[in-house]
């Protein structure tokens, strides 16, 4: 009982996150996860299944109709592994991303009763889609065992991690933006899916990324924020170098879109109640 | 002894043009910001005009004052659901708000998941709600039921549930807005009483009403709040009084109130409500022996179950009936079909003593939620004129709430044995 709070409601200032207000909130972050995700699976036949199933037949398809179909290329991996190597990474932003867009409607009423740092919400959507990830992710490995890859298990374990930290950041940002927006101007809700779908083909996930080396499309490419996670996510199985300009490029515009995801996050945040 | 809360020079401004708007479509946005630039001439309200209190550890706070005054944003601030436009508010201890009773519910969850997430939702660590637990669930009598989702629980139980957390959450200054009245009568005692144990308990309470009887109850100080101004801070009684006279000293009587944002996504929304004599007239002023009736015009925008209207009836301040239209009817209660509806309801002759009178009106789920409530809508004057001054009972300044038109049977000796 004795613990000293003490606190200041003081009008908004925007580019900060309070770091220990969140300290103080962090089983929040918890609870909405553990509540997103348990929602997400009851009453499902199949349950967590499901995180694996749509990666797998996505796989599937992609191999019959690029790898078979249209002979596309994929260097040193088998195209199975190739594509689905770079789909666990972007399902997970994928997923994030239309969870979090939505987090802060479906969560309108919460809002307008209780106060908590609100950016809790959204990345809590991330996290569950994270949890997903875990899944699809363990499949991945089984079959590069399975095909014999030669998996470096530090190497591999390290790639991952930071294909994991760079895909979380590119999605935060775009998340807060777009969960931000999404509140205020209800178009975003028509315009996401379409949004997602279009950058699935600007990204390398079902070709490689330097079949585009020296064309108009490479700066495309080279910007988007999910080009880095997918590249480290396939070298972690294929063993090959790391076009690391690529990466900096990739976490240039992450970090360049979390930070304006904070600030637009943080300017209307006071308005959520209102407008929810 | 320092402030538990300390409010300096709190102002809080909304725009007026921008409130009527639920959310915006991105074309007019930008056929706007086409036609006026960055230029918007909207208007500033100041809802709230440099507040300045402090309220001590211990002390029971009622905040008082009429519709629109200010009460609602003041505890909007204050629960930290809307930022203040000036100013600040030191907060020195953990607050938690009754007006938060089952939010963050999930219908797919269990009983004993919703706890948990309601909990944390709530402020508390998990820690702190599996220490509890057993408490909260034995509070809540729905030990039944805990691994049964909640979309299986009648509402009852569910908001017993909700209300077993909250209860638990011990926090050091409390809020509560009276718009408590959810749930059942006896629900809502089970509130007042927890409410009760909490003031007497030391802690300090904030407590946003315009029932003068549940303030006079619970606080041991009040704050009145004027046209987003305080008018006075200290003293209960004196407060209550400054508040009265201002109720009485009123502008102009409303006879007739008209609903400016009728609905179409609720199940029930109010369009009109008037007070009129039984020669259909709207009046404002009744004597005493003379029916007043109450008249409302609603529409029902889908078929509903449990739907009811309902009114308040409020004697300078002090509430002194409730009345719901299916108190009597039970098949409007179980089915209402979608239409448009008027229904009127008369205050018999005789009963209301002279004084100013003020109606609120409400419509909503029985039981589960209140759709729309407008307080003090409507109001009127009772004055007694058409009979002799002997009528003693109905003299305003008798004691008694209300009056009983009663025959009393009197005998005397003389005439037979008793």
Redesign the interface.
Known sequence: METKIEYKIKPKSNFTIELKELWMYRELFYFFTWRDIKVKYKHTALGIIWAILQPLSLMLIFTFVFSKGLKLQSGQLPYQLFVLSGLTIWQLFSGGLSNAANSILSNSKIIQKIYFPRIIIPISAILAAVFDYFFSLAILVLMAIYYGLPVHFVQTIFLLFVSLILAILATSGLSLLLSAWNVKYRDFQYAIPFFIQILFFLSPVIYESNQFKGTRFEILLKFNPMCGPIHLSRAAFSGLAIDWQLIIFSLTTSLILLLAGVYIFRNMEQYFADLA | MKPILEVQNLWKSFQIGAQHQ??????E?LTNFAKHGFQSKKETFWALKDLNFNVYPGETLGIIGRNGAGKTTLL???????????????????MA?L??VG??F?T??TGR?NI??NG????L??EEIKKKYDEIVEFSGVEKFLET?LKHFSSGMQLRLAFAVAAHL?P?ILLIDEVLAVGDAEFQKRCMGKMDDIAKSGKTVIFVSHNINAVKNLCNSGLLIMNGTIQEKGDLNSTINKYLENLSSNEAVKTIFTNKLIKDDTPISIIEAKIIDENNKIKSTFDVFEDVILSIKYQVNKETNGGVINFELFRFGEQIALSFDTDLNQTLLNNRKIGLYKTQVAIPRGRLKPGNYAISIGCGIANVTKIEHFENCLEFEVVLESQNESLVSYASKRSGIIALPLHWQTKSKNDEQL
């Open positions: 639920r959310y915006l479509s991105m074309r946005s909007k601030i204050l629960s930290r659901i809307s930022p203040p436009t000036k100013g600040s508010i030191t907060v020195r201890g953990r708000s007006l938060e939010t963050g999930h797919e969850l998941e948990f997430l944390a939702i709530l402020g660590s998990r989702p011990e050091e």
